[in-house]
């Protein structure tokens, strides 16, 4: 069994440290917030004072941080990750940031010897909870299979997506699509409203037709097709409007680096935007399904 160290105890790093645990693996986890700290130590894990105390003697160093500005720092700083890593560690950063910063910080661990993969995940609170999270991967072969091991222990699909940056890469592409199929789902079900088509006729007829897609068939934006959607429980998250928000600017901003033309995901993320700031940040991003209705009806 290896000695891991966990840094970012939130909502998703908190219970995929917790499986570690549970793995039999001895857990050295940091957080600044103290009420992370305290329900990794309830579940077996150890308590590390400062993120070179989680990294120190550490096997495997994994994070789970909200950005790219965080995970920049917790890595680089003088007293980051990268300075008191073990000769041969290896380091997983699972956090969503943007593909730029994770190419940096590899680097970094490269020029220091270390291997590193950047590892987002899709799954949700839900997903980290029970150990069934897909992990897109990047970074080397080598690095790819040292890591696959640990990464088996919380999730259940494994991807090895390329080289450095392309977990994220392939991260932000993936939610690029949601972002724009949950919208064009929403449009149909407003539309087929006016034209006095029910939401389960349209449902029955999509689901197998060339509409078929997993914002219409899992995520259903309306209640009854899909009795698991978060349409049925006045559309708490699941995946968050903020969230959702991110993985689109994200994209955007890698699209605008590259010269990529994304005018769809363009488009979603200032209806999300819109949607964002009527209100809609902390619920289901499904949820945009009502703010097409009521605030952008035809006159
Ligand atoms: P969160 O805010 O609940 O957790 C992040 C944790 O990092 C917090 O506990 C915070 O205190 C800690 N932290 C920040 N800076 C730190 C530092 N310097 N040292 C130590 N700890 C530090 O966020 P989350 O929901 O767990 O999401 C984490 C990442 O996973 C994000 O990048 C997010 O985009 C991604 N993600 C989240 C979900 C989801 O459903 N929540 C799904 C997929 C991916």
């Known amino acids: 069994m290896a000695t891991i160290g966990f840094i970012g105890l939130g909502n998703m790093g908190g219970p995929m440290a917790i ?31 400062s993120i070179a105390d989680a990294t120190r003697g550490a096997d495997v160093v994994i994070t789970m941080l909200p950005a790219g500005q965080h995970v920049q720092q917790v890595y680089t700083a003088s007293d ?13 950063d699972c956090s969503t940031i943007d593909v730029a910063t994770a190419r940096e910080v590899a680097s970094a661990a490269g020029g220091a010897g270390l291997h590193m ?24 072969d080598e690095a ?11 999730g259940k699909t494994i991807v090895h997506a390329g080289g450095a940056g392309n977990g994220q890469a392939a991260k932000i592409c993936n939610n690029m699509i949601l972002g724009v199929s949950m919208i064009g789902v929403s449009e ?24 078929q897609c997993w914002s219409l068939t899992t995520y259903c934006p309306v209640p009854g097709p899909v009795p ?27 699209a605008t680096s590259n010269g990529a033309a994304t005018p769809m995901g363009e488009r979603a993320a200032e209806l999300y935007q819109a949607f964002n700031d009527a209100g809609g940040s902390g619920k289901d991003f ?14």
């Open 144 to 154: 790819f299979a040292a890591a696959q091991p640990v990464l088996a222990q919380m």
């Open 19 to 49: 499986n570690l645990v549970k793995a039999g693996h001895q857990v050295k986890g940091y957080d600044l917030d103290p009420s992370g700290l305290e329900r990794h130590g309830a579940a077996g894990g150890t308590g590390a004072q």
């Open 286 to 299: 499904s949820g945009i399904v009502n703010y097409l209705r009521s605030n952008m009806e035809k006159p």
């Open 228 to 254: 698991t959607s978060p349409a049925n429980r006045d559309y708490v998250p699941g995946f968050s409007t903020a969230m959702m928000m991110k993985d689109l600017l994200l994209a955007q901003d890698a």
């Open 117 to 140: 993969v950047d590892a987002p995940v899709s799954g949700g609170t839900v997903g980290a909870e029970a150990a069934t999270l897909t992990f897109m991967v990047g970074g080397s």
């Open 188 to 211: 149909a079900f407003v539309l087929a409203e006016k034209l006095g088509l029910d939401h389960q006729k349209l449902f029955d007829i999509s689901s197998t037709a060339s509409g």
């Open 80 to 92: 980051g990750i990268i300075a008191a890593a073990a000769a041969g560690a290896l380091l997983i």
